[in-house]
């Protein structure tokens, strides 16, 4: 607008217009000062476009796993997370992820850890019945995504039933029925992977028959060739088709194989990780089953943060008329900063709507105390508000199923200073104390006169390291909580003295030591009615058997080294 202003004011020979040429020469050199910035800019949006390509990877990894965790909310309502949600877990771990200047590295770092810290925060919530499952749909998509597993491939693995009318003649009836021979067939024409298994079933009849006829397929070695050339899902398919009850214990063989062998043991309970996630304004629920209670974990982790029931930890169960109470407690909490924990929320179901907006209030509160926490219990509810669930930290509550997740449950639960303040000096001697409750704990499921098992044993253990242990030597049992159990519920005379007799001859096996016997004669002389020697006797060590292959494959897992106790196999 200077440059028209000045051509139209002036007169005769613009060239001797010194204000018009001084004028014309600054803007020069400003077009020009303005062409190198545009060049300069678009240079950079090259460079931030080919970044941003150089790291897709991680954002595609991101989007395959959000949509396994969305996918998740069909098998149960309490599967429910917010992209909000899942956007702050995906950020929070790329800044912790450990940095590299080598780009592939740093690519590789935050494939891995994000991977796994997905996995681990939404186990987190999960039921232990679809944690394996969980890890399973994260392995499959990556793989499908990546191109390794084909759409024929899945489809072969979803198939439910196939038609065994109008085959050709089954070669091995013997040993494999129509069924499996219909499967056979099918995989030969339609999954490229598997193409040229039928005549290999029938070259290799005797190796194939070995394999289905395996107590372990899912570990076994595949016959011929195709142990070399199956990959980990086609070798998942094979066991489909010959041993297809299999098929669960399989997708955790290809689990450990795709994914790495911490994707193949779940985590376990761990409140105090979970409390370091969590904030103020974010509720943190127990989803519930039945026989699980998860108050003496939040009275411990209280204790040890300096929160005690009746001063600065609120507890309330939910029911007729304690909605306003609850509502109280929630606004002085987030004032004072107490703990508030909400207790059976799904007894509460007129309530729940109050909930979700008192939930809304608190993430749009000026002001809460950093200490503040919302504890929330409930059973697995429809009726639950979706934008609680979506916004939460959940975490499953349930008794632990199995040997091996009892010693998992009660060894961890151990600190460093309680398991190194037991008397003895030998780790088998201390490792045996919580060997011998969840041995007491899970014995239950073998029998069902009623024997049920409390949940005092984490309480039992840290006792017995610190007195029973200690006072071997003076004569006390080593096994007190071994030898009297404390049970509840109606118990037959007999069960009771299985599941003693039971646990007295396993122990003795498992570990061999002197006192064993003698206490088995012990507790034979002094038992007013002597045990048959027959069902009795025979099923206390068919049991003795089970557990000890439960044992074994225990003590090899990696779990019981978090808390840094020198405990494994070789200690037993």
Partial sequence: STILKLLSESSGNILDDEALINTLDDSKKISAKTE????????????????????????????????VIADFATID???????????????????????????????????????????????????????????FLIGVSILRQRGSIGGEEWAFFLKLAISTEGLPPNPNSDWMDDKVWGFALAADAEVPCLKGLRASIEKDAAGWRAYAT???????????????ECSAFARLLVLKIFRSEKTFFGTNEFVGAELGTEFKEPPPFDLQSTYNDSAPRTPIIFVLTSGADPTQYLLLLGK???????DNLKMVSLGQGQGPIAERLMVEGQARGHWVCLQNCHLAVSWLPRLDRLVELLREAESVSEDFRLWLTTMPSPQFPAPVLQSSLKLTQEP????????????????????????????????????????RREVKSYYTGGLQCDENSCRDVRRSMSTHVSLDEAGMPLFPVCTVPRCSGKMTKVVRDQALHTQLLFLKSLFDLEWGTKKIDEDNKRRPVKLEAGAVEQGAKDTCERLKKQVVTALDSSAYHTVNLEIGRAHV
């Fill in 36 to 67: 190198a910035s545009v060049k300069g800019a678009e240079e950079t949006s090259k460079e931030i476009v080919i970044a941003q390509d150089a790291y897709r990877s991680v954002a595609t990894r991101g989007s395959i796993l959000y949509f």
């Fill in 77 to 135: 309502p309490m599967y429910q997370y917010s992209l909000q949600y899942f956007k702050e877990i995906f950020c929070q771990t790329i800044k912790v992820t450990e940095q590299s200047e080598d780009l592939q590295t740093r690519l590789n770092l935050l494939l891995e850890a994000e991977k796994k810290s997905i996995y681990v925060t939404i186990c987190r919530g999960l039921f232990e019945k679809h944690k394996t499952l969980f890890a």
């Fill in 214 to 228: 395996s107590a372990d397929p899912q570990t076994c070695k595949l016959p011929g060739k195709w142990e070399d």
């Fill in 304 to 310: 040890q943060q300096g929160f005690t029931v009746g």
């Fill in 400 to 439: 632990p199923k199995g040997l091996k997740a009892n010693m998992t449950r009660l060894v961890g639960n151990l600190s460093v200073e309680k398991f190194e303040s037991c008397g003895k000096p030998h780790d088998e001697t201390r490792l045996s104390n919580a060997l011998a409750l969840a041995m």
